[in-house]
């Protein structure tokens, strides 16, 4: 199973009623639909907020582990936590433990995929399937 099954899974488990890693998942999917500069922004934010080991590596392919707190960090002047956290429905205290898991290897497959614009497109085709 792809890493865009997986997170289709997680999105349309969301969507109807599952866990909230799923409706996380479903949306950050969402979210970076909408999201000026797309993943290429995200690195970016990771990268001016101090994080530039984690934005170097989720650029290069690898699934880093994150902590909720270095995600909020990382995120830090976006916007998208408290969007994805609106999105799914949950506290933006959820969504930042849920992002801790789902972000890292989301951003690496993305970046090794294309970055902004394959990332951006793989993900529109995937949200239009379930939106």
Do not use: C, W, Y
């Amino acid at each position: 199973m792809g890493i865009l099954d997986s997170i289709e899974g997680m999105a349309m488990q969301g969507m109807s009623g599952g866990n909230d890693q799923s409706k996380v998942a479903g949306g950050f999917v969402q979210a970076m639909q909408e999201h000026p500069g797309g993943f290429g922004a995200v690195l970016d934010s990771f990268r001016n907020n101090g994080l530039g080991q984690h934005a170097d590596a989720m650029q290069n392919g690898q699934a880093t582990q994150a902590t909720p707190d270095q995600i909020q960090t990382g995120l830090q002047g976006t916007g998208l936590l408290e969007t994805v956290a609106e999105r799914a429905g949950v506290s933006p205290q959820v969504a930042k433990v849920a992002l801790a898991a789902v972000l890292p290897i989301v951003m690496a497959h993305f970046s090794q995929n294309g970055g902004q614009s394959g990332g951006q497109s793989a993900l529109g085709d995937l949200l239009s399937r379930f939106i």
